[in-house]
């Protein structure tokens, strides 16, 4: 059974910084595609920036040059350095992953991934 479990949860102000981890376990091929998801209150979520087997990056307009995601080399933990915070960042944050198969490249910025962590909470202040 695959489990993802986020850390990092954080409160910050404007213009600052944040990391946020992801351990998975439970997979049965090498290098799934991962992401990460924020939904914010009263707001659909959506995907923020993904990294595919081959380690190709996909990330939303918004948050490009600001966030960076990145994986270990076992591909089993999942990384989102957030920087340049700003409170519309604000949300629960997700990370998701899915069978190497399922999705590459900028794609998977709207693939419907099968597995997802519990999500994390980022507050940025004004």
């Known amino acids: 059974e695959v489990q993802l479990e986020e850390s990092g949860v954080g409160s910050v102000q404007a213009g600052g910084s944040l990391r946020l981890s992801c351990a998975a376990s439970?997979?049965?091929?090498?290098?799934?595609?991962l992401a990460w998801f924020r939904q914010a209150p009263g707001q659909e979520g959506e995907a923020v920036a993904t990294i595919d087997s081959d380690g190709r990056l996909g990330y939303i307009d918004d948050v490009k040059g600001r966030f960076t995601i990145s994986k270990d080399n076992a591909g089993r933990t999942l990384y989102l350095q957030m920087d340049s915070l700003k409170p519309e960042d604000t949300a629960t944050y997700y990370c998701?992953?899915?069978?190497?198969?399922?999705?590459?490249?900028?794609?998977?910025?709207?693939?419907?991934?099968?597995?997802w962590g519990q999500g994390t909470q980022v507050t940025v202040s004004s």
């Open positions: 439970g997979f049965t091929h090498s290098g799934y595609s």
């Open positions: 998701a992953a899915d069978r190497p198969w399922m999705c590459n490249g900028v794609y998977c910025l709207r693939h419907d991934f099968a597995y």
